[in-house]
C-alpha cells in the first residue's frame, strides 16, 4: 500500500521493491529499524545527506540588442549553472511576441521587419534530472533614415516642385519618411514702392519695380533749374541837362 512518511511518498509491501519514488530528490529510501527494535517489513524514508543531494540547475535571464529583421546569436547558456557540474540542454523554449526565435545549443532571435521596442522570450534547461527556465529580453533599435542629396531646374519666378523623399530610404524598411528641416528660414520681401510724380520742371523717369532678390531703387531724373526770361521793367534813360 501507499503510505504518507513524513514529506515523501514510501511504498509499503512485504516483498522486495525494484524502485521507490520519492517528492523530493533530498529524501531516500532505507531498509532500517530504530535502534532497539526489530527491523520492520518494508520500507522507511528518511533524509539524504546533503553530499548525496543532486543540485538543481539554475537558469538566468539573457538580454540583447539588434535591430529590424536582423538576426542576433545569443548564448544563453553561457551564465546557467550547475553545482554538479551536468550538462545543461536546452529542451523548450517560448514564441516571442513581435519576431522568431530558434534554439538549439543557442538561441537565435529576429524581429519583424519594421518593429522597434521590446520583446521577450523564455527558455528552459535541463541537467538530465531537473530544469529550470529563464528569461530573454531582446531590445530592437531603431536605425537613422538615409537622407541623399537633391538637384532641380528652376525658372526665375516660376516655382518648381521638387520630390526630396524619392531618392531617401530607411535601413529598417520604414515607408513613412517625410522631411524635416532641421531650422527654417524666410526672406522678408519689402512691398513694391510707386513711383515719384513727376515735377512740372522737368520730366521723371518712373520708378523701379522691385524682384524677388532686389530691393527697389528710385531713379528720378534731375530737376532743370528755372530759365530766367528777360526784364519787362521799361529802362529810364538819364535826362539830358
Known amino acids: 500500500m501507499i503510505q504518507q512518511c513524513r514529506s515523501c511518498l514510501a ?8 524502485e521507490v519514488k ?16 526489530p527491523a520492520p517489513r518494508g520500507w522507511a524514508c528518511s533524509p539524504r545527506s546533503p553530499a548525496a543531494s543532486a543540485a538543481e540547475p539554475v537558469a538566468n535571464d539573457d538580454s540583447a540588442e539588434t535591430y529590424p529583421g536582423v538576426p542576433v546569436e545569443i548564448g544563453v547558456l ?39 521596442g521590446t520583446d521577450t522570450f523564455t527558455y528552459t534547461i535541463t541537467d538530465g534530472t531537473d530544469n529550470a527556465t529563464a528569461t530573454v529580453t531582446i531590445t530592437v533599435n531603431n536605425r537613422a533614415p538615409v537622407a541623399n542629396n537633391d538637384t532641380a531646374n528652376a525658372t526665375t519666378a516660376v516655382p518648381v516642385v521638387i520630390n526630396v523623399l524619392t531618392n531617401d530610404s530607411d535601413p529598417d524598411g520604414h515607408s513613412s519618411l517625410s522631411p524635416h528641416p532641421t531650422r527654417a528660414r524666410t526672406t522678408a520681401r519689402s512691398p513694391a514702392r510707386p513711383a515719384p510724380a513727376p515735377t512740372p520742371q522737368g520730366p521723371a523717369t518712373p520708378g523701379l519695380i522691385p524682384s524677388a532678390t532686389a530691393s527697389a531703387t528710385d531713379a528720378a531724373a534731375p530737376t532743370p533749374p528755372p530759365s530766367r526770361s528777360p526784364s519787362t521793367r521799361p529802362r529810364t534813360l538819364p535826362r539830358r541837362q
Not at 80 to 93: M, P, R, V
Open 78 to 116: 553561457d551564465n546557467d549553472e550547475d553545482a554538479d557540474d551536468d550538462t545543461l540542454t536546452i529542451i523548450s523554449n517560448t514564441d516571442p511576441g513581435n519576431g522568431t526565435v530558434d534554439c538549439d545549443t543557442t538561441c537565435t532571435y529576429t524581429s519583424n521587419a519594421g518593429y522597434t
Open 11 to 18: 511504498i509499503r509491501s512485504p516483498a522486495a521493491l525494484p
Open 22 to 37: 520519492f517528492a523530493h530528490a533530498s529524501l531516500r529510501a532505507q531498509n532500517r529499524a530504530p535502534l532497539g527494535r
